[in-house]
């Protein structure tokens, strides 16, 4: 890998982009081509949430729909794992030669239209027009309660395998927690499915659903619904059933409870929210720049808490929209 690709950036740039991400990519892909100088930035490692991912996650979508600046997606598999997109996307990033900023985290926009700054804990980057492609899964959807700080406690699912006859509490009722719960059991673990609702979600992908319920059925897993957590100790996890409060050994915790966009960096970079139910970062669906003149958003934080309403296979494609704008 050239150290010249992971350099300190050199400002001002026709275009810096937060997010280092699939989608951050691709608007560095595209602006790319059309003649200007980008520079991304990220808090983190380059695609920091794949990294994040289980191990061996294997993707919903089949390789073509993951690929972004026109380069082929070659994997062995017919839906890709987190490791093929992890290779895949350094693969592009390092034979483009972009310039990255990892690990240096953005703490505010200032100046104005073609003349801003975006101030770093570690410097300053001039930059004509700002892109944001931060996504939403560093920022958890917290339990708020009691114990939810303690080491034992995670909002990020790995893999089972240090989990091997122990009491595992798993709460959420969707996809991740559907599959770190059937995994757990498979590894040996003694799982304890915590859900608000009354029934596993509707969503969770057709393969998976059928699979968890013939789990709890069995009596593999065990299922509370229409629970809510009060409070985790070191010794468990204290919850509110129909039936009353109980106590849940519980040695780890996962809190799968989905994730939302930084709201205190899009106010940071001075990016307003709509007041409706997903504060929705406020763009123009057309163009995708914010209210304020030159920033633009792209990928799944455009659809503030309304966290399925865009994924990699079609927020890559605001790319194209939003360097088309800048470069016209």
Not at 153 to 181: D, F, L, Q, T
Not at 206 to 235: C, K
């Amino acid at each position: 890998m050239s150290d010249s690709t992971f350099a300190a950036a050199v400002s001002p740039f026709d275009v810096v982009v937060i997010g280092a991400g699939p989608v951050g990519l691709a608007c560095a892909l595209e602006v790319r081509r059309r003649g200007l100088s980008v520079c991304v930035v990220d808090k983190g490692a380059l695609v920091n949430s794949l990294v994040g991912y289980p191990t061996n996650m294997e993707f919903f979508s089949t390789p073509e729909l993951l690929e972004i600046g026109g380069y082929p997606f070659p994997t062995a598999h017919y839906k890709p794992l987190r490791e093929d997109a992890l290779d895949y996307y350094r693969r592009v990033a390092v034979g483009e030669s972009l310039t990255l900023r990892l690990y240096e985290r953005v703490l505010a926009l200032e100046g104005a239209p073609g003349a801003y700054a975006v101030v770093t804990e570690k410097g300053r980057i001039g930059a004509r027009h700002v892109v944001v492609a931060t996504g939403f899964f560093d920022v958890p959807n917290r339990l708020g309660v009691p114990g939810e700080e303690l080491p034992h406690v995670s909002y990020y699912y790995k893999e089972p395998y240090a989990h091997v006859g122990r009491a595992v509490v798993v709460i959420g009722a969707k996809n991740s927690a559907a599959k770190a719960a059937l995994q757990l059991v498979r590894a040996g673990a003694q799982v304890t499915l915590v859900v608000r609702g009354a029934a596993v979600s509707e969503s969770v992908k057709y393969w998976i659903r059928p699979d968890l319920l013939n789990r709890i059925a069995e009596g593999r897993i065990t299922a509370l619904f229409n629970t809510t957590v009060e409070a985790i100790d070191e010794a468990g996890v204290r919850v509110l059933t129909p039936e009353g409060p109980r106590s849940l050994p519980a040695h780890f915790v996962y809190a799968l409870t989905g994730y939302h966009p930084d709201y205190g960096l899009l106010t940071a970079l001075g990016i307003d929210c709509r007041a409706d139910a997903a504060r929705t970062p406020w763009h123009d669906e057309a163009t995708f720049e914010t209210n304020r003149p030159g920033v633009y958003v792209a990928g799944t934080v455009c659809g503030g808490l309304n966290t399925s309403r865009w994924f990699i296979e079609n927020g890559r494609h605001h790319a194209a929209v939003i360097a088309a704008r800048i470069a016209g």
